[in-house]
């Protein structure tokens, strides 16, 4: 069983859509999750990280349930903008420098 | 601005011939890393630097390699590319606190990216 994963996708929604992605994660003692977004060809950055008590950043919604070790991204209203790969991480550790492990990505498509 | 910068962006080298990419930052991150992510998957770390102290991967090929000669610095050696090391070559920064509580460590901060091509 891979540490984290995701469903790959494509998920292809329309302009104005809510889409939500689903990652799980098999380490229970994780302590840090965030969300990175990754274009075609370039960089992970960090979308958003994820607290216990959920988050939410303009048209993005994370949440954690640890009882079942899933996080959840929430993307309302979509944008052609937000088309790009959404990679869930996952900290063994309560902070530090802790090694970061990625999920392969859930890939987004947004259309007109 | 302050960033992390890759060189080169992208690279073709023959089966066997050594190749060295380079990983600059002006951030003054203590914690540098190197991942290598092929096609449609996650990032896979290699091995990181805190300060100057070296963290393999246990799963890390002998083939790689790599050298941080100061703060900003750090280098990723292919000693002999085989096919199946074309990837992208990540490298990444970050903070961890004075106190090594790690306060704000797991952020990344990443390079664009070297991509590699083995011919």
């Known amino acids: 069983r891979k540490e984290v994963e995701q469903d790959p996708g494509p998920f292809n929604v329309p302009e104005g859509a809510t889409v939500a992605f689903n990652c799980t994660y098999s380490n229970s003692a994780s302590q840090s999750f965030f969300w990175y977004r990754q274009d075609c060809r370039k960089e992970p950055k960090l979308l958003m990280s994820v607290y216990s008590s959920g988050n939410e950043d303009g048209r993005f919604t994370a949440q954690l349930n640890r009882a079942s070790q899933y996080i959840s991204l929430l993307i309302r209203d979509s944008k052609l903008s937000d088309s790009a790969t959404y990679l869930c991480?996952?900290?063994?550790?309560?902070?530090?420098?802790?090694?970061?492990?990625f999920g392969a990505g859930t890939r987004l498509a947004v259309h007109p | 601005d302050a960033m992390v910068i890759q060189n080169p962006r992208y690279q073709v080298t023959q089966f066997g011939k050594p190749v060295t990419l380079s990983c600059s930052q002006t951030?003054?991150?203590?914690?540098m890393y190197w991942y290598q992510q092929k096609s449609s998957q996650a990032p896979k770390l290699l091995f990181h630097y805190y300060d100057k102290d070296f963290n393999n991967e246990a799963d890390t090929p002998d083939n790689f390699q790599s050298r941080r000669p100061n703060t900003s610095f750090c280098f990723l050696d292919i000693r002999s590319p085989g096919l199946g090391d074309a990837a992208m070559y990540l490298c990444?920064?970050?903070?961890?606190?004075?106190?090594?509580?790690?306060?704000?460590?797991?952020?990344?901060?990443f390079g664009a990216g070297s991509r590699l091509t083995v011919l």
């Open positions: 951030l003054n991150h203590n914690v």
């Open positions: 991480v996952v900290s063994p550790g309560p902070g530090g420098y802790n090694k970061l492990i």
């Open positions: 990444a920064t970050s903070r961890d606190g004075p106190d090594g509580s790690g306060s704000g460590a797991n952020v990344l901060t």
